[in-house]
């Protein structure tokens, strides 16, 4: 008798958390009369993300080729209204034009249980602006010249590296490679200390930076679509042993150089420093107008211990990744690499070494690394939300405060009335002319707007640096292992080839 009360009244609780869905939560989007695409109790549209069957970008990508002719489109992720953006217009509108309604991502960030997410990416509102007139002075035209020794050095490493493999054609894996090669740069340059993980590839720097990623895939849709219930359940995103060792990584450093105040290096390290004891950095060799409030407050310990995290968490996968795509494309057409290599030989000769000023010669590669960040854009997807409610210029849609918005890149790279042939790997779409005859938001790997990607100097000067080193040297080939064309970790929050991309390398 008791066992049949117990299931009648769960099949009771049951229907109602059903109807409640399906009349109260899901019809947020029916009752504004705007498209939608029908969800399932209680996950919504989110089936394929929360089952590992899609990855979040390639989700969305697929979503935006099936309902972008209606230029906005209501989707739910768990219990959260979620419009998407297909027109590049509106995306203007959501990311420039009307900014003041849409600054913040609408992610999870709680400094207090969760002390690394409180950086220049996740935080909002005034704290968002503060911080990012206070960063902006370390990513300069000249911070990156003065950090250009660095990654040279690493990039040199990481040629010398293979050149074993190269003598007898080896086969590599080289998104690992890559990967430890950007964890050298960012860990020299964001904490000041030498990882060493190209030669010794499982060393602790190298696992800790995996870690970063190894989200499960239900964590990573609630952190999307539902981040309130990380606050309310207390529950950090980032691993306890991962905040703990990168803290104590970067409060080590500060204090040894505080205590031997005769070493100087050119390195976000230094710059953050600064910007703890003074508020600001010295910009006396900048060119660039740097924002005057950004000397109002000074940077805590763990404030600018969060922003050498982030600069190492969104540096280090990010550059690897459209380093390893952009050699998988070229791997497959050798005209390609080799009139890209061709352009190497000849602003190499013509500075004499690899400068910072080579790499801005070399109008081809950036073409190349574009193309790459086209096809294969890291973060594929954009997040913002509403918070300030708004009628969308041009539409019939008024998008409440609290909604989340978001913008499928990976779809707009791809889409074909775009970029014609979209699967087609071709850099000269990005050659000047082709450049202005597109809509400015159609290439959009770095963001745009206020809040578009600080650190896109940084990211590309790595990624340049790491395939100048290896191109000038080296030839590459698609090996037997490596499928074409390839398919993503549906796990992963960034676009991450799920076999790996294995590669025979050859010298020249």
Sequence with gaps: MVFAELIAFSITVLNIIYFYFKYIIFNFWRKRGVFYVEPIVPIGNFTPIVTGRKQYGVFFNDAYSKYKEHRAFGMYGFFTPILVITDLNLMRTVLLKEFHSFHDRGL???????????????????????????????????????????????????????????????????????????????????FGIKSN???????????????????HFIKLALMYSAPKIFDLL???????????????????????????????????????????EKGCVNSKDDKETIDKSSTVNKLTMMEATAQSFVFFAAGFETSASTATFALYELAQHHDIQDKLRNEIDEVLEEHGDLTYGALEDMTYLQNVIDETLRKYPPVPVLNRICTEEIDLPTTNIRV????????????????????????NFDPERFNKDKRKERHRYAHMPFGQGPRNCIGLRFGYLQTKIALVSLLSKYKFQLHLRTPVPLSFNERCLILEAKSGVHLIIEPR
């Design 108 to 190: 999870y960030c709680n400094e207090e249980i969760d002390p690394l997410t409180g950086h220049l990416f996740l935080i909002s509102g005034e704290n968002w602006k503060n911080m990012r007139n206070k960063i902006i002075s370390i990513f300069t035209s000249a911070r990156m010249k003065e950090m250009f020794p660095i990654l040279k050095e690493c990039g040199d490493e990481l040629a010398m590296y293979l050149e074993s493999k190269a003598q007898i054609r080896d086969s590599i894996e080289i998104k690992d490679i890559f990967a430890r090669y950007t964890t050298d740069v960012i860990m020299s340059t964001a």
């Design 234 to 276: 207390r529950i950090p995103l980032t691993p306890r042993s991962v905040t703990n060792f990168y803290s104590n990584m970067f409060r080590e450093t500060v204090e040894y150089r505080k205590s031997h105040p005769n070493i100087i290096r050119k390195d976000f390290v230094n710059l953050l420093m600064q910007l703890m």
């Design 400 to 423: 409440p405060k609290g909604t989340l918005i978001i913008i499928p890149v990976l779809g707009v790279h791809r889409d074909p009335s775009i970029y014609p042939d979209p699967d």
């Design 197 to 215: 993980c190209i030669q010794e590839p499982n060393n602790e720097y190298r696992n800790r930076g995996k870690k970063i990623f190894g989200i």
